[in-house]
């Protein structure tokens, strides 16, 4: 291994990245983390100065340091906390609300946390809405990120902000980008992107400002920044496939440091050149109850869940 030393003061790194042929210290990878983070949002139009940002944040590391790191940038971000009601016997979700809760009060004042409860806000909270037996964890897990887009999406809606900002990783989105490529999903594929414009009926603008950093480099700037996050994964987590999908890339990242990233900044470039012309997503329509974009005539699949 061999000690690192700063690339830029020499004093002893707390982190090297051969993929970027870089070790830095504390002070100096916070720094760098922050600098590439605005170079980022800027070179991706995700947001301006002065525009309000709703950042969703689970309580876990990458969205509370994007949350700390669009304020210290000076962005007017607030968080959107949405409690999924998921419990299993460990508290899951009582326990993310909590690290939230308390990291919004590390924040300069002004910085403001919305909750959506669902249990409060439509009776039932995510185990109920997915049904007891029917596809188990699998199921669990769609619906559940089912809820989070349309809630995420409602919440900016009726709150005024123009753009939600959420914590995805490089390691999230090259192993949904190779779980993608793997089936052809081209109207997936066309539509992966760090950021995605506002649509038609009533979509907000979402941006993933963190994208191209790796999980570890999250995980670092949490810790070196003293942020108190949710180390547990959901008790229901992740499908095993993403997992699957995230262990073959970082095996291959072992061998071949800077896999992961040009894997997702090459599909970005070949996107950007209009990789699949001719696949368009399909017309949105308004959903009947709720008035969210939903892609079938009638109550969307969130409303299909939440009623009777
Ligand atoms: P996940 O789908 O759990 O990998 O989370 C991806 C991103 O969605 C996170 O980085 C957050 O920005 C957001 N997110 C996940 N869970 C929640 C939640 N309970 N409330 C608000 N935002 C969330
Ligand atoms: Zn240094
Ligand atoms: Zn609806």
Not at 92 to 111: E, I, N
Not at 112 to 139: F, Q, T
Request: aromatic letters at 8%; glycine letters at 10%.
């Amino acid at each position: 291994m061999g000690v690192h030393r700063c690339r830029k003061c020499t004093a002893q790194s707390v982190i090297n990245m051969p993929q970027h042929r870089l070790a830095l210290c504390g002070e100096h990878f916070v720094e760098w983390v922050e600098k590439s983070t605005l170079e980022f949002i800027e070179k991706h139009r995700m947001f301006e100065p002065g525009e309000r940002v709703l950042v969703a944040v689970s309580g876990g590391k990458d969205s509370l340091s994007l949350w700390r790191i669009l304020s210290k940038l000076g962005y007017a971000a607030d968080g959107l906390y949405i409690d999924l009601g998921i419990d299993d016997g460990c508290g899951y979700s009582k326990r993310s609300g909590d690290y939230v809760r308390k990291f919004a009060q590390t924040l300069p004042a002004g910085a403001r946390l919305h909750v959506v409860d669902l249990s409060v806000a439509y009776g039932k909270a995510v185990p109920e809405m997915a049904g007891r037996r029917a596809g188990g964890k699998k199921r669990l897990c769609s619906v559940c990120g089912l809820v989070k887009r349309h809630e995420m999406n409602r919440a900016a809606r009726e709150l005024g902000y123009p753009v939600i900002a959420t914590g995805h990783n490089l390691d999230d989105e090259a192993a949904v980008l190779l779980g993608n490529t793997l089936r052809w999903e081209v109207e997936y594929l066309v539509r992966q992107a760090p950021v995605l414009p506002a649509g038609d009926p009533g979509l907000v603008k979402r941006a993933k400002p963190l994208a191209r950093f790796y999980e570890r480099e999250t995980a670092a700037y949490a810790i070196v920044s003293d942020i108190a996050y949710i180390e547990d994964e959901c008790p229901f987590s992740k499908g095993a496939t993403s997992l699957r999908l995230k262990e073959t890339l970082n095996s291959m990242e072992s061998g071949s440091p800077g896999t992961k990233l040009h894997f997702y900044y090459s599909f970005l470039r070949a996107r950007k050149k209009g990789l699949f012309p001719g696949v368009e997503r399909s017309e949105l329509q308004t959903c009947e109850k709720c008035g969210e974009a939903t892609g079938i005539p009638g109550l969307c699949a969130f409303c299909r869940l939440t009623v009777e």
